[in-house]
């Protein structure tokens, strides 16, 4: 991914201070940009169109920063989200409390813009070099190059079988419906495929990726997931 390309959501109370940064974020060419004014409506936004980092304000009505913070970092589905915290405390307490409950970065106000900019893009080229090599336990998926390995021996792979093992990867414990799966397969062909198919593909990518093959867990009437690992 182009780090240009990335979506990026301001959570900041202050219609002046919300517009000047996305007014800074456009100048420098980062368009997919969008805006709250509190923590609960920052909250919905997440939700309806993940983002891939938020600049997130620590004094919000409705849901303080550090508080969706920690509900961010805390979901499954948004926990690999980058936050940054603005605010105008200048506490160590609160910079480590910041840290405590998920974020990656801290800037107080006022802040320089070059240095706004500077921090935004170390931390989108580092989320980028992440997500192009994935690993799992002795699994490891280079994204780009289309390629997997297990336990360093190299394994063929369908591009289905491809797509749901970077899915699980990417989303460790969330359960994966039949539909959401088949809509995947779908996008190989635009052929109708059926569930079975489904079935068929997990048994065989079970059996590729050999002793985590049991990793990837049924869920009775619903779909399958990878079971996260503790950290």
């Given at each position: 991914m182009n780090i240009k390309d990335a979506k990026i959501?301001?959570?900041?109370?202050?219609?002046?201070?919300?517009?000047?940064?996305?007014?800074?974020?456009?100048?420098?060419g980062y368009y997919k940009i969008r805006k709250a004014f509190d923590g609960m409506e920052a909250l919905d936004l997440i939700k309806m169109d993940k983002p891939d980092l938020v600049l997130l304000d620590v004094m919000l009505p409705e849901l303080d920063g550090f508080s969706l913070c920690k509900i961010i970092k805390e979901d499954n589905n948004f926990k690999s989200i980058q936050v940054i915290m603005l605010t105008a405390k200048k506490m160590e307490e609160d910079i480590l409390k910041g840290f405590d409950n998920g974020a990656i970065d801290y800037i107080s106000k006022p802040f320089s813009n070059k240095i706004l900019l500077a921090r935004i893009?170390?931390?989108?080229e580092n989320s980028r070099l992440q997500n192009e090599i994935q690993t799992y336990i002795g699994i490891k998926l280079d994204v780009n190059k289309k390629c997997v390995k297990v336990d360093k021996e190299n394994v063929e792979l369908t591009n289905f079988e491809f797509k749901i093992l970077e899915n699980f990867i990417s989303n460790q414990g969330t359960v994966f419906s039949r539909s959401k799966l088949l809509s995947l397969l779908r996008g190989d062909g635009g052929f109708e495929v059926s569930e079975r198919a489904v079935d068929v593909q997990i048994v065989n990518l079970r059996r590729k990726i050999k002793d985590y093959g049991h990793y990837i867990e049924t869920v009775r009437g619903v779909g399958y997931k990878l079971k996260e690992l503790d950290v």
């Amino acid at each position: 991914m182009n780090i240009k390309d990335a979506k990026i959501l301001v959570v900041e109370d202050e219609e002046h201070i919300n517009r000047l940064i996305e007014l800074v974020l456009i100048s420098d060419g980062y368009y997919k940009i969008r805006k709250a004014f509190d923590g609960m409506e920052a909250l919905d936004l997440i939700k309806m169109d993940k983002p891939d980092l938020v600049l997130l304000d620590v004094m919000l009505p409705e849901l303080d920063g550090f508080s969706l913070c920690k509900i961010i970092k805390e979901d499954n589905n948004f926990k690999s989200i980058q936050v940054i915290m603005l605010t105008a405390k200048k506490m160590e307490e609160d910079i480590l409390k910041g840290f405590d409950n998920g974020a990656i970065d801290y800037i107080s106000k006022p802040f320089s813009n070059k240095i706004l900019l500077a921090r935004i893009k170390a931390h989108l080229e580092n989320s980028r070099l992440q997500n192009e090599i994935q690993t799992y336990i002795g699994i490891k998926l280079d994204v780009n190059k289309k390629c997997v390995k297990v336990d360093k021996e190299n394994v063929e792979l369908t591009n289905f079988e491809f797509k749901i093992l970077e899915n699980f990867i990417s989303n460790q414990g969330t359960v994966f419906s039949r539909s959401k799966l088949l809509s995947l397969l779908r996008g190989d062909g635009g052929f109708e495929v059926s569930e079975r198919a489904v079935d068929v593909q997990i048994v065989n990518l079970r059996r590729k990726i050999k002793d985590y093959g049991h990793y990837i867990e049924t869920v009775r009437g619903v779909g399958y997931k990878l079971k996260e690992l503790d950290v």
